[in-house]
């Protein structure tokens, strides 16, 4: 394969909550990418400083490791060719009031804030991101 192969993809609690579990991931699926792990979990406070330490000095920082702690996600490596640039055109823009039609955060995104899905941004945060949730033997 050319270029990033995987990404890791985040379904935020928001979107656990309100039940898009099944049809973000049948998008996913339909967009060619391949699921190689996949777990649901609930990240501690800690947990969520921990993987968000990139932005801690930003102002959303308590906000964002709040969210992310507040209940059940699902974490996934995806595989496929151009997986990080892909995906990311997949979910759409951060803000759902300016992602395209079409896209997961502009079906499922309530807001900035309500955001339904992550997508890694790079190759090596691809690698860190996976590696936090998991161990090489549980990927496929």
Known sequence: MKGNIITLSIIKPY?????FIGPIIAIINEAGFKISAIKSVKLTIEQAEEFYIIHNSKPFYNDLVEFMSSGPIVVMILTKENAIEDF???????????????????????????????????????IIES??????????
């Open 88 to 126: 990311r055109e997949l979910i759409g823009s951060t803000d759902p009031a300016e992602a395209k039609e079409g896209t997961i955060r502009k079906k499922y995104a309530d807001s900035l804030q309500k955001n339904a899905i992550h997508g890694s941004d790079s190759d090596e945060n691809a």
């Open 131 to 140: 590696d936090f949730f998991f161990a090489k033997k549980d990927r496929f």
């Open 15 to 19: 979107a656990v909550k309100r039940g």
